[in-house]
């Protein structure tokens, strides 16, 4: 019985090939380190941005608002991360967000997963970005926002 179980456990956890990226290998920043352009503003989010010429299409100083184009922007290696982006919104006094990001290399495929909780007894619409620099993967990855 021991064995048939141990049998079953393993063969369930053969099948999971969906792995965690560890938070030591995530960079999270600031949604204040980006100015959306006013083409990126109607596109909305999610956002995956792998190189250097979408960032500089979608994000950063070539925005029309004149306080954008004043900053300094986080600076990303594409040949070693991607960013993924999205926004959350909720109402209360503060917000906070819990992210997990998953790889599945046989399913090539990426999951963003956050819980954004917002606390407090405000009546204030609270707006939040969450980007994440993530390992680079292949751009043939879907990559799914929950």
């Not at 190189?51 to 029309?64: F, I, R, V």
């Not at 986080?74 to 960013?83: E, F, G, T, V």
């Not at 939040?128 to 751009?139: C, G, N, T």
């Amino acid at each position: 019985m021991k064995l048939l179980l141990g049998i079953l456990l393993l063969g369930v956890i053969a099948c999971t090939t969906e792995v965690e990226i560890p938070k030591d290998q995530l960079q999270f920043i600031s949604s204040d380190e980006f100015c959306l352009s006013p083409k990126a503003s109607s596109k909305g989010y999610p956002y995956i941005i792998q190189s250097q010429g979408e960032y500089d299409k979608n994000l950063g100083a070539n925005t029309l608002n004149e306080a954008c184009q004043k900053k300094n922007f986080a600076r990303i290696d594409y040949d070693k991360y991607s960013l993924l982006g999205n926004s959350y919104s909720g109402s209360g006094c503060s917000g906070e967000y819990d992210v997990k990001v998953y790889r599945d290399d046989k399913k090539k495929s990426m999951l963003f997963e956050s819980n954004f909780v917002t606390s407090g007894n405000c009546k204030m619409i609270i707006n939040k970005a969450i980007w994440v620099a993530v390992p680079e993967f292949p751009s043939d990855y879907t990559v799914k926002f929950e």
